[in-house]
């Protein structure tokens, strides 16, 4: 990778400015003062920018948070926060979310910044497998379960729902299991039934499942078997 591109990608900063700073003789590769942004970074150069150490990312990343309330799932927003307030990483605003939630819905969230892997997650194509807790504001109605697994035509939409499975924990918690992600889907199913959402978790996505140990705003990189389970079936 060439110097400029990178101390683009890590200052935040236009290749204009990094000249700037190139000039100013404020950047080093192994402890040599560098003046060229064309200069061919490798893997085993370190570079120092005012005698900071930048890391170079070698590898794609893969990350699940537990998302707490309040936060939405992008990069930058002008009116909320966002994910990136808990990551602490090289460049985390490379990272972007592999299947969205709501601001008020909590539970697994994945980051990478891998493209190809996070396409095969959430393309329609793949039915990946969603599980979700929901707090409901009335009782569940009996016939719930077969009205979901039939499918639920939702208002403004020309098809019913996928079949979803629906696990009753409680009068009013359910467990929910979509393979399908259309927007506010669980909230509006529910409402197509005369019910409403009133919490909703996300568990598990594929074979993937929230890490119990990971607290709101907590989060860690994904294991080689989790990051290798997307795209392969879970049934």
Sequence with gaps: MRLDKFLSQQLGISRALVARELRAKRVTVDDEVIRQGAFQLLPEH??????????????ARYFMLHKPQGYVCSTDDPDHPTLLYFIDEPVPDKLHVAGRL????????????????????????????????????????TETAERFAAGIMLRGENLPTRPARLEALSPQRVRL???????????????????????????RIGAIVLDAHLQPGEYRALTAEEIASVGLPTD
């Design 102 to 141: 709501d601001i008020d819905t909590t539970g697994l969230v994945l980051l990478t910044d891998d493209g190809q892997w996070s396409h095969r997650l959430t393309s329609p194509r793949h039915h990946c497998e969603k599980d979700y807790l929901v707090t409901l504001e009335q009782p569940l109605a």
């Design 46 to 59: 370190q570079v120092r920018f005012d005698g900071n150490v930048l890391q170079q990312i070698l590898t």
């Design 177 to 203: 299991t979509l393979r399908e992600g259309r927007y506010h889907q669980v909230k509006r199913m529910f409402a197509a039934l005369g019910n409403r959402v009133i919490a909703l978790h996300r568990e």
